[in-house]
């Protein structure tokens, strides 16, 4: 959203860039919270591997079909009245998967839950290209790191429960309620963006321009690894190797905290040996990790693979909003024009590894991943600065690369 030039002086936007962080922060908890009990939710609705495949479709669907919707809303109630409602409904949507007594409750539940976070999703990014702007140098990739680090929060007190062999339900119900009361005090903090009286309001429903489907392209991939790992990674090793309860949802756990650090260091990587170099590498290290999750003989090894797929994939995000922020006219439009690729692809990975599952193991569906991971090298030239000098200071682009976030 571009509102016209807004005189935040800098202490302002000093304290948005922390308010948006916490907000990213809270983001991320909500999805780690939910991807270590995907074992406890599948045991609880009998669904089968392909069953519960077919319900991680939902969140696609539902994400899809909301997110074109994003910059109208925020259009219409400004940037920090959308991204309390929208956030609101993202934490309390947590609570829903868990509730659900069988495969097609579940389906519906995750249809709502993929849908809110979608949504609040690009309000959120579209929130830190605008502070961004006005802090003068790239931040997004620490806003991102932020995200994993709500993610290993969410992770690591999902693990604990786990090990407990708790109620996912009582502790999905708590961590939503915990959830939003932060997240609404966080928004507060955030920049009270609005439109210009005499700006054209978006469509309701913003179909992806052309140029968010090229810096989609890469972004897809990288963001498929990411969804299959988060998601997949606790049942790979409980169903593979044998993993204990506790040990495979460490899994998820090693991949959320090897994406934070990555991400959270994110900005000066970048800056020092630009986007594309820097995603060609992370694409090295992503296809090496998968290939150490195919071939491992024990958890540990596994788990050191998915902490490596975690790190390599970790840049990739955050360029890929930074790139569609700096592709045209509109960069709120092309923000979920990308985000819609990218959220899409996170979201039918876990559907398409379980269905090929199905057919054949979990392991060749890691080899799938793998693949994809190593069209990150191919293609991390899409990603490479200058092609629109951004408003409001050097931006990232001075800074040979950008960065992103979540």
């Given at each position: 959203?571009?509102?016209?030039?807004?005189?935040?002086?800098?202490?302002?936007?000093?304290?948005?860039?922390?308010?948006?962080?916490?907000?990213?922060?809270?983001?991320?908890?909500?999805?780690?919270?939910?991807?270590?009990?995907?074992?406890?939710?599948?045991?609880?609705?009998?669904?089968?591997?392909?069953?519960?495949?077919?319900?991680?479709a939902?969140?696609?669907?539902?994400?899809?079909?909301?997110?074109?919707?994003?910059?109208?809303?925020?259009?219409?109630?400004?940037?920090?009245?959308?991204?309390?409602?929208?956030?609101?409904?993202?934490?309390?949507?947590?609570?829903?998967?868990?509730?659900a007594?069988?495969?097609?409750?579940?389906?519906?539940?995750?249809?709502?839950?993929?849908?809110?976070?979608?949504?609040?999703?690009?309000?959120?990014?579209?929130?830190?290209?605008?502070?961004?702007?006005?802090?003068?140098?790239?931040?997004m990739?620490?806003?991102?790191?932020?995200?994993?680090?709500?993610?290993?929060?969410?992770?690591?007190?999902?693990?604990?429960?786990?090990?407990?062999?708790?109620?996912?339900?009582?502790?999905?119900?708590?961590?939503?309620?915990?959830?939003?009361?932060?997240?609404?005090?966080?928004?507060?903090?955030?920049?009270?963006?609005?439109?210009?009286?005499?700006?054209?309001?978006?469509?309701?429903?913003?179909?992806?321009?052309?140029?968010?489907?090229?810096?989609?392209?890469?972004g897809?991939?990288?963001?498929?690894?990411?969804?299959?790992?988060?998601?997949?990674?606790?049942?790979?090793?409980?169903?593979?190797?044998?993993a204990?309860?506790?040990?495979a949802?460490?899994?998820?756990?090693?991949?959320?905290?090897?994406?934070?650090?990555?991400r959270?260091v994110?900005?000066?990587?970048?800056?020092?040996?630009?986007?594309?170099?820097?995603?060609?590498?992370?694409?090295?290290?992503?296809?090496?990790?998968?290939?150490?999750?195919?071939?491992?003989?024990?958890?540990?090894?596994?788990?050191?693979?998915?902490?490596?797929?975690?790190?390599?994939?970790?840049?990739?995000?955050?360029?890929?909003?930074?790139?569609?922020?700096?592709?045209?006219?509109?960069?709120?439009?092309?923000?979920?024009?990308?985000?819609?690729?990218?959220?899409?692809?996170?979201?039918?990975?876990?559907?398409?590894i379980?269905?090929?599952?199905?057919?054949?193991?979990?392991?060749?569906?890691?080899?799938?991943?793998?693949?994809?991971?190593?069209?990150?090298?191919?293609?991390?030239?899409?990603?490479?600065?200058?092609?629109?000098?951004?408003?409001?200071?050097?931006?990232?682009?001075?800074?040979?690369?950008g960065?992103?976030?979540?």
């Amino acid at each position: 959203m571009r509102g016209g030039p807004v005189p935040y002086g800098k202490e302002r936007v000093r304290r948005a860039r922390y308010a948006v962080a916490a907000v990213f922060c809270v983001h991320g908890a909500v999805a780690g919270s939910f991807a270590t009990r995907i074992p406890w939710i599948q045991d609880h609705t009998g669904a089968s591997p392909g069953q519960l495949g077919l319900a991680l479709a939902f969140p696609a669907l539902g994400a899809s079909l909301a997110m074109p919707l994003a910059s109208a809303i925020g259009h219409r109630l400004g940037a920090r009245t959308a991204l309390r409602a929208l956030l609101a409904l993202w934490t309390l949507s947590l609570a829903l998967p868990s509730l659900a007594p069988n495969v097609y409750g579940l389906c519906g539940a995750l249809f709502v839950y993929g849908a809110s976070s979608g949504m609040s999703d690009v309000v959120m990014n579209a929130q830190g290209v605008e502070v961004e702007d006005r802090f003068g140098r790239s931040i997004m990739s620490s806003l991102h790191g932020m995200w994993s680090v709500g993610a290993l929060i969410g992770s690591a007190t999902g693990t604990l429960a786990a090990h407990l062999g708790s109620d996912a339900r009582l502790h999905h119900l708590l961590a939503a309620a915990a959830l939003t009361v932060l997240g609404l005090v966080f928004c507060q903090g955030v920049l009270d963006l609005r439109s210009a009286p005499d700006e054209e309001p978006p469509p309701r429903f913003a179909l992806p321009p052309r140029s968010a489907l090229v810096i989609g392209a890469i972004g897809f991939c990288g963001v498929f690894a990411e969804g299959a790992s988060l998601d997949w990674s606790a049942v790979y090793l409980k169903d593979e190797l044998g993993a204990s309860p506790g040990a495979a949802a460490a899994s998820t756990t090693a991949f959320a905290l090897t994406m934070a650090v990555a991400r959270l260091v994110g900005d000066r990587i970048v800056d020092r040996f630009g986007a594309t170099r820097t995603v060609r590498a992370g694409g090295l290290a992503a296809t090496a990790g998968g290939a150490l999750v195919v071939a491992a003989p024990h958890p540990v090894a596994a788990m050191a693979g998915f902490g490596l797929m975690g790190l390599g994939v970790a840049a990739v995000v955050p360029l890929a909003f930074a790139a569609a922020a700096r592709s045209g006219p509109n960069p709120s439009q092309a923000i979920a024009g990308v985000a819609t690729i990218t959220y899409t692809s996170g979201l039918v990975a876990p559907s398409l590894i379980g269905g090929l599952a199905d057919l054949t193991s979990l392991t060749v569906s890691f080899g799938v991943v793998t693949v994809l991971a190593f069209g990150l090298v191919a293609g991390a030239g899409v990603l490479a600065p200058g092609r629109r000098a951004r408003a409001g200071g050097a931006g990232p682009d001075a800074a040979a690369g950008g960065g992103r976030g979540a």
